[in-house]
């Protein structure tokens, strides 16, 4: 269920990533198809420029932290799966030194 999830959470990224280009791409072919003096059409491309570069570096951001949170849950799991992996380790161990021939003492014997 976890794994859809973050496929679902990955998925909507990489597509909001692609209407954002996709905008800023038409944006840029509509402007320069629109009878504007050239020096207009310099700005407006300059601007569109800098408003793309601010969404690239939001996005990256956003990525950065989801990719940590990520990281941060997954070591979690693993974490808590070696602790139970030593409990249960320690459970069947004492579970079967108590049920050997003199309670586990070798020495006991013979």
Not at 11 to 21: A, D, K, N, Q
Not at 79 to 99: C, L, P
Request: hydrophobic share 35%; glycine share 14%.
């Amino acid at each position: 269920m976890r794994r859809t999830m973050r496929t679902q959470d990955s998925g909507s990224g990489t597509f909001m990533i692609g209407i954002i280009c996709g905008a800023c791409v038409g944006a840029a072919i509509g402007m320069m198809f629109a009878p504007k003096p050239g020096a207009e059409m310099r700005r407006q491309l300059a601007d569109q420029g800098e408003w793309l570069r601010q969404q690239a570096a939001e996005q990256a951001e956003w990525l950065r932290q989801r990719a940590g949170d990520l990281y941060g849950g997954a070591s979690q799991t693993v974490n808590d799966m070696m602790a139970r992996g030593r409990e249960a380790y320690s459970v069947g161990r004492d579970a079967f030194n108590k049920a050997r021939p003199h309670n586990g003492h070798a020495g006991d014997m013979g």
